[in-house]
C-alpha cells in the first residue's frame, strides 16, 4: 500500500456499512478474493488510516494469514484505533499471538485490555468483555494456569446462563483460592 496515495474521501458511515455487507458475505469469496476486496475497500481511505488497517488485519486474520494481520493490527493500533474498532484489535491481535505461539504476549494484552474501568468504555465495547474474557482464557491455558483459565470461562458464561448464575460466578472465583484437586 503506498503511503504518499490520496485517497478520496467518502462519508465513514457509507463506507462502515460497505465494509459490515462485505464481511457478511465473507464465505461468498476465495480467501484471496476476500483480502483484495478488503483492500480496495481501504484504498478509499488515507494511507495508514487505523480504520482501513484494523479492516485489513481482520481481513488477513479471517483467512487464514495470522502473521500478517498482526503487523495490520499493530500498525492501526500504533496509529490511533479508537472505539469497539480498537477493542476488537486488541482481542484479534492477541488471538493470533497466541496462535503464532506467544500466548505470553496474549495474556498481556488482554489482562491489560480487561483492566480498562467500565466507566471508560461505550456499550458496544462493553460488549466484548466476555470475548476479552474467553481469549484471555484460552491464552492463559496455553500458558499452563488452567485454573485461572477455567475461572474466567466460567465467570463469563455465567451470566448467560437461564439459572445457577450467582452459584457458577461463587465457584468460579474458588477455582483461584481452592488448592488443586479439590
Known sequence: MATDREAPQSDPRDWDR??????????DHEPAEFRALVAELAAERPADD??????????HDS???PEEAVRLYRRALDG???GLRRRRA???????????????RSVELLTAERDIPADRLDADEAALSG???AFLAL????????????????????????RY???????????LTAPDGS
Do not use: K
Request: charged share 20%; no cysteine.
Open 18 to 27: 460497505r465494509v459490515a455487507a462485505l464481511w457478511e458475505r465473507l464465505d
Open 50 to 59: 487505523p480504520a482501513a488497517l484494523f479492516e485489513q488485519g481482520a481481513a
Open 63 to 65: 483467512t487464514g494469514l
Open 80 to 82: 490511533g484505533l479508537t
Open 90 to 104: 486488541v482481542i484479534q491481535l492477541a488471538s493470533s499471538l497466541r496462535n503464532l505461539g506467544r500466548p505470553d
Open 131 to 133: 470475548a476479552v474474557d
Open 139 to 162: 491464552a492463559l491455558a496455553d500458558t499452563g494456569r488452567e485454573r485461572e483459565a477455567t475461572s474466567l470461562a466460567l465467570g463469563a458464561l455465567a451470566p448467560l446462563l437461564p
Open 165 to 175: 448464575n450467582r452459584s457458577l460466578s461463587h465457584y468460579a472465583r474458588a477455582l
